[in-house]
T-cell receptor, first 116, second 113 residues
Framework: NAGVTQTPKFQVLKTGQSMTLQCAQD?????MSWYRQDPGMGLRLIHY???????DQGEVPNGYNVSRSTTEDFPLRLLSAAPSQTSVYFC???????????????FGEGSWLTVV | AQSVTQLDSQVPVFEEAPVELRCNYS??????LFWYVQYPNQGLQLLLK??????LVKGINGFEAEFNKSQTSFHLRKPSVHISDTAEYFC???????????FGGGTRVLVKP
């Protein structure tokens, strides 16, 4: 998973607190995305970005905000954490938007978030 | 909407035995399919991918998968597993445009000595 860095790796939040999960890649990738992983549900797309200044919603965007001010960084913000947001979060990136180019999607090592 | 279904949530298998992990997809348009592996407390690593061409795809670590359009399946196989293959495996699909992956629920493989 070299190239996609997520911080923090572990975090415990109280209900209502806010926090930002950081994601950075140094591969000059256009496409970045955030997924959450829950048991038995695989990974579900939260938000994604096809380039600096462009973001869009995925399958489960509620409760999360994103921005893409630079190519390298794609932070995920939880404005008011809820227990339902307890999950493992993965950031991913690929060189170009568009699966037809055969891009490999690289995943970070995950951020374990617990909301109590 | 595209969906991906992994038919087995857990697969126990003895070391050196073959294993098959089943994946079915639904889509009305061209589709790209992937298998990822996740070792404990780690991120996802790409095993193999089907974009077009030969329906038999070979990946890393001795894994292979066969794309079957008529059965809308993309099953993953390995002829002889090792203890180190103990992990969770995810099947995923993507539409032609964009890299939005749709994941199956995952299959936990436990290789027993």
């Amino acid at each position: 998973n070299a190239g996609v860095t997520q911080t923090p790796k572990f975090q415990v939040l109280k209900t209502g607190q806010s926090m930002t999960l950081q994601c950075a890649q140094d591969m000059n990738h256009e496409y970045m995305s955030w997924y959450r992983q829950d048991p038995g549900m695989g990974l579900r797309l939260i938000h994604y970005s096809v380039g600096a200044g462009i973001t869009d919603q995925g399958e489960v965007p509620n409760g999360y905000n994103v921005s893409r001010s630079t190519t390298e960084d794609f932070p995920l913000r939880l404005l008011s954490a809820a227990p339902s947001q307890t999950s493992v979060y993965f950031c991913a990136s690929s060189l170009r938007a568009g699966s037809s180019s055969g891009n490999t999607i690289y995943f970070g090592e995950g951020s374990w978030l617990t909301v109590v | 909407a595209q969906s991906v279904t992994q038919l087995d949530s857990q697969v126990p298998v003895f070391e050196e035995a073959p294993v098959e992990l089943r994946c079915n997809y639904s889509s009305s348009v061209s589709v790209y399919l992937f298998w990822y592996v996740q070792y404990p407390n780690q991120g996802l690593q790409l095993l193999l991918k089907y974009l077009s061409g030969s329906t038999l795809v070979k990946g890393i670590n001795g894994f292979e998968a066969e794309f079957n359009k008529s059965q809308t399946s993309f099953h993953l196989r390995k002829p002889s597993v090792h203890i180190s293959d103990t992990a969770e495996y995810f099947c995923a699909g993507a539409k032609a445009a964009g890299n939005k992956l749709t994941f199956g629920g995952g299959t936990r493989v436990l290789v027993k000595p």
